[in-house]
């Protein structure tokens, strides 16, 4: 009876536990399976170092980010988000703009989920940008705040990329999206013994 417990924790897997026997240990890890709102935002204090380096974490959810544009590196600064081309520094900007090359951000999401919009800053009679999912346009977005509904996988690709105008300050994107799970070390060899016992008793 005492092995069959072991066996049945081990593989034991509902929607918001699962339990993992490794090595004489039983592993816990939280699924969590129910979506929620996150909200990316780029103006953020203490955020520069995270988004300039291409990985975001917000409530379990990491954005990842790159810059296609040639030359071009990520830049955020307390007033918004954008692309600077680094070949001459002539474009030393929180926009992503045209004005020494035409910008855009590449982004993804660690989960699945569904994109509901975006804000953006620096917004000008004219301004727009294309959003692409990957390769295809799928929007024009312009304004301060953009709704938009999309569904992706964790292996979608969009971009944002300049299209008219001065260009635009991306200041968030908001999405409804799984956390990613966390894993817990609950009991070590002796309590899993200890709860086969119990339950040997019990029947």
């Given at each position: 009876?005492?092995?069959?417990?072991?066996?049945?924790?081990?593989?034991?897997?509902?929607?918001?536990?699962?339990?993992?026997?490794?090595?004489?240990?039983?592993?816990?890890?939280?699924?969590?399976?129910?979506?929620?709102?996150?909200?990316?935002?780029?103006?953020?204090?203490?955020?520069?170092?995270?988004?300039?380096?291409?990985?975001?974490?917000?409530?379990?959810?990491?954005?990842?980010?790159?810059?296609?544009?040639?030359?071009?590196?990520?830049?955020?600064?307390?007033?918004?988000?954008?692309?600077?081309?680094?070949?001459?520094?002539?474009?030393?900007?929180?926009?992503?703009?045209?004005?020494?090359?035409?910008?855009?951000?590449?982004?993804?999401?660690?989960?699945?989920?569904?994109?509901?919009?975006?804000?953006?800053?620096?917004?000008?009679?004219?301004?727009?940008?294309?959003?692409?999912?990957?390769?295809?346009?799928?929007?024009?977005?312009?304004?301060?705040?953009?709704?938009?509904?999309?569904?992706?996988?964790?292996?979608?690709?969009?971009?944002?990329?300049?299209?008219?105008?001065?260009?635009?300050?991306?200041?968030?994107?908001?999405?409804?999206?799984?956390?990613?799970?966390?894993s817990s070390l609950l009991l070590g060899f002796g309590g899993l013994v200890g709860l086969s016992r119990r339950k040997r008793d019990a029947s």
């Amino acid at each position: 009876m005492r092995g069959c417990f072991a066996s049945y924790l081990c593989m034991s897997n509902s929607p918001r536990l699962m339990m993992v026997c490794c090595g004489g240990l039983l592993l816990v890890s939280s699924t969590m399976t129910s979506a929620a709102i996150v909200s990316f935002d780029f103006r953020a204090a203490g955020k520069e170092a995270e988004i300039e380096s291409g990985s975001y974490l917000v409530d379990g959810v990491t954005i990842s980010l790159s810059t296609p544009t040639l030359n071009g590196v990520l830049n955020r600064t307390s007033s918004g988000f954008g692309v600077n081309i680094t070949s001459d520094g002539s474009d030393d900007s929180d926009t992503i703009d045209g004005d020494a090359g035409s910008e855009s951000i590449r982004f993804s999401f660690s989960s699945a989920g569904s994109i509901s919009g975006f804000t953006f800053g620096a917004v000008t009679t004219g301004d727009s940008m294309i959003l692409r999912k990957n390769g295809l346009q799928i929007a024009t977005v312009s304004g301060s705040s953009f709704s938009y509904s999309d569904s992706f996988t964790a292996t979608d690709q969009y971009v944002l990329e300049h299209n008219s105008g001065n260009g635009l300050s991306w200041n968030s994107v908001t999405v409804n999206a799984v956390p990613e799970p966390s894993s817990s070390l609950l009991l070590g060899f002796g309590g899993l013994v200890g709860l086969s016992r119990r339950k040997r008793d019990a029947s």
